[in-house]
């Protein structure tokens, strides 16, 4: 028997948070003067969020554009958390910070794939 589809519900970020030790090693940081970022601020500016940005042990996994841009103009921050994704439970299964650690970096490997 299959389990039904997990349903993600985004909440609103409220105040700073700190950038989670996963996406400071493992990927680029933000500069400021990429087109491409300034491309993404853009977009935002005209449609809105799109995509809410993850968070995980309560910090920000992925999406620190699109959370900077949101600040920057005044847009409401959504974000999902990691250990509610279908692969977030998955991992929380094995009862490991390490398994979660690895799903977590995973995931956000996945996500930004393009």
């Known amino acids: ?33 990429d087109a491409d970022l300034q491309r993404i601020a853009l977009s935002i500016q005209k449609q809105g969020t799109i995509e809410p940005v993850i968070t995980y042990e309560s910090m920000l996994l992925d999406g620190q554009v699109r959370d900077k841009s949101n600040i920057e103009h005044g847009l409401p921050r959504w974000a999902i958390r990691f250990e509610d994704t279908p692969q977030g439970i998955i991992a929380a299964q094995a009862r490991s910070k390490e398994a979660m650690d690895r799903a977590a970096l995973e995931y956000a490997i996945a996500k930004n794939l393009v």
């Open 1 to 33: 028997m299959r389990s039904p589809p997990v349903t993600l519900v985004p909440y609103l970020l409220d105040g700073g948070i700190e950038l989670h030790p996963i996406a400071a090693r493992y990927f680029l940081q933000p500069s400021g003067d």
